[in-house]
């Protein structure tokens, strides 16, 4: 009897201290998180305001920006501890349940400990992050009121999930800097054509960025014509090219209008490019380029810095934060994510595995999107752990970052098979014809394929529009020693 009564006072002891701490601390919890949404949409309310201004100012971009990557970083903090998954201490609280009275007692003094111990740190987090929001926000109360100062850019009107489907996301504050260099009038004692640098490594947004400048309106008003030119390495025939081409166009613009003629000319170099090279190549922009015509030249080598005129603009990858952002949008599109946080959490989980990578993002949010199920998003994880696993036991290196040097790596498959799948992926102009065959149908294993092939990867919905494709191979898998890598 006594046992028993124990037992029942352990257990009622210990279903109390578990009770009453949760109340406390979720509250406590709950609240914060609270106030974080709310800041965070207060944040969001100038950032979209800003979006819908051609802002000039330097400053002013540079603050929205820091501010725009607050809220990137509280929304990831906010999911982070919302969506973290509860299955494992559920778990541990049934086997803690099964024990004796008076270590269910002590053990639910320890879970106490560690509980508190999380719910401190995670409310000394959120806290720190509603502070320095606060303090942003009450900083760019002067930011706000000269907005009104600046024009009203027309934009028609669209939903979060189609934003970020067919528009360029996260780079708005660097595109604005761009604008701001192409529209800045020049002295007319000036001879020289202003150059401006734009370095990144390889997808990280060049292109879609410039294009994107390009056709904004204001750009397209200033200048008579825009020269576009991929240039690979820089031999004496694409310096012919480039100088048929600028002649021609200055030839054809002049004849065209009695206006004052401006060109913008955008070189995208492949390669690199050394200062004879250049300095051929800037000549014959200057001759036949009118006086107020600018140069945009973007390259993935960072000593094309020495050429720029104007400050050069450095594009790095998003944030885990911003990046996380744009994943979650793209693969839950007008759906909540708060109506499936088991989903939402494998989602993170995933978007980190990505490595940031826009295209691995695309298609990893169509496939998913294909199939709203627990189970299905539960064997795509696991696939994916295997596939990024198995990489590294054969490379040493994760196949997102392969792909954006341009060298092949491994296909991810979601069936089993005595072969493999070697790809190489480059992008081909919206033009230009592309397969027929899509690299989902390959990683479903709903087509069959052997030998040599070409898959369509993903197409980008906004400009340059490019279309990115795989060059394939299938190999037999053969066995082989855990630490021997074979090259590809």
Not at 102 to 127: M, P, T, W
Not at 201 to 230: N, P, Q
Not at 405 to 423: D, F, K, W, Y
């Amino acid at each position: 009897m006594d046992i028993l009564l124990s037992s029942v006072l352990g257990d009622l002891t210990s279903r109390s201290i578990n009770f009453f701490t949760s109340k406390v601390s979720n509250r406590t919890l709950f609240d914060v998180k609270d106030r974080l949404h709310k800041v965070l949409l207060r944040a969001q309310v100038i950032i979209d305001e800003a979006m819908g201004r051609h802002i000039t100012n330097q400053a002013m971009i540079i603050q929205l920006g820091m501010l725009r990557d607050a809220v990137h970083r509280g929304y990831y903090m906010l999911d982070t501890y919302i969506y973290q998954p509860n299955n494992e201490e559920e778990a541990k609280d049934q086997v803690m349940r099964q024990y004796s009275s008076s270590l269910s007692i002590v053990n639910s003094v320890k879970r106490l400990c560690l509980s508190s111990r999380g719910d401190c740190l995670a409310l000394k987090e959120l806290q720190e992050m509603v502070d320095n929001l606060s303090s942003m926000i009450v900083d760019a109360n002067e930011l706000v009121l000269f907005l009104t100062s600046y024009p009203r850019l027309y934009r028609q009107p669209y939903s979060m999930h189609l934003q970020l489907a067919y528009c360029m996301f996260g780079r708005q504050m660097e595109a604005q800097q761009v604008i701001n260099f192409l529209l800045h009038q020049q002295p007319n004692s000036v001879e020289e054509l202003d150059v401006m640098p734009i370095v990144g490594a390889g997808h990280v947004g060049k292109s879609t960025l410039v294009a994107h400048v390009c056709k904004d309106e204001r750009v397209r008003a200033h200048f008579s014509g825009i020269l576009y030119f991929d240039i690979q390495g820089f031999a004496d025939d694409d310096l012919a090219a480039f100088k048929d081409e600028c002649e021609l166009k200055h030839r054809n613009l002049v004849s065209e209008s009695n206006l004052e003629v401006r060109l913008l000319i955008v070189i995208e170099l492949i390669g690199d490019i050394n200062e004879d090279s250049w300095s051929r190549l800037y000549s014959t922009s200057k001759e036949y380029a009118p006086k107020g015509s600018k140069i945009i030249v973007t390259s993935r080598f960072e000593n094309i810095v020495k050429y720029g005129t104007a400050q050069t603009l450095t594009m790095k990858h998003l944030s885990h934060e911003a990046f996380w952002y744009f994943f979650k949008t793209l693969t839950f599109g007008s759906m909540d994510p708060k109506m499936h946080p088991r989903l939402t959490h494998m989602a993170m989980e995933i978007a980190r595995m990505v490595r940031r990578s826009y295209i691995g993002a695309n298609i990893l949010a169509c496939l998913l999107r294909d199939n709203f199920n627990v189970h299905f998003w539960c064997k795509i994880l696991a696939v994916l752990r295997g596939y990024i696993r198995n990489h590294f036991s054969r490379f040493d290196e994760h196949p997102c970052d392969r792909l954006n040097q341009n060298r092949p790596a491994l296909i991810m498959r979601l069936t089993t098979s005595s072969q493999e799948i070697v790809g190489h992926r480059y992008q081909r102009f919206s033009e230009e014809e592309v397969p027929t065959m899509k690299l989902q149908d390959v990683i479903y294993g709903s087509v069959k394929v052997d030998g040599k092939f070409e898959v369509l990867a993903w197409r980008s919905p906004i400009p340059p529009y490019y279309s990115y494709v795989h060059t394939c191979e299938t190999r037999e898998i053969k066995a082989r020693s855990a630490k021997r890598k074979r090259p590809i």
